[in-house]
Nanobody, 126 residues
Framework: QVQLVESGGGLAQPGGSLRLSCAAAGFTFSTYPMSWARQAPGKGLEWVSGIYSDGSDTYYADSVKGRFTISRDNAKNTVYLQMNSLKPEDPALYYC???????????????????WGQGTQVTVSS
């Protein structure tokens, strides 16, 4: 059974940092691309970042480029999202998402993914 469990969300000040983690289980983690997506109240889903199965390439939405860093540790079955220079527009429920295909190098659309974590809340406030 596939499980994706996010952690690390919480409250940060503007300009501050948070590190999200997603512990994966139930599939061969090292062979699948992984992604982070977010949804703020009243807004649509935004694809934040993606990473190749071996970590050799990454994708970032323009809104987070230069501030967020995605990484993974295949030995620990964990994907991370380091969020620096947090802005007032970053608060959202952040989801860890598994790509449905191990053949596809990167998955950037909702219908390319098959499992989602429960989400971890990020709040930015002074």
């Amino acid at each position: 059974q596939v499980q994706l469990v996010e952690s690390g969300g919480g409250l940060a000040q503007p300009g501050g940092s948070l590190r999200l983690s997603c512990a994966a289980a139930g599939f061969t983690f090292s062979t699948y691309p992984m992604s982070w997506a977010r949804q703020a109240p009243g807004k649509g889903l935004e694809w934040v970042s993606g990473i190749y199965s071996d970590g050799s390439d990454t994708y970032y939405a323009d809104s987070v480029k230069g501030r967020f860093t995605i990484s993974r540790d295949n030995a620990k079955n964990t994907v991370y999202l380091q969020m620096n220079s947090l802005k007032p527009e970053d608060p959202a429920l952040y989801y860890c998402v598994k790509c449905a295909s191990r053949v596809q190098a990167m998955c950037l659309k909702p219908n390319e993914h098959d499992y989602w974590g429960q989400g971890t809340q990020v709040t930015v406030s002074s």
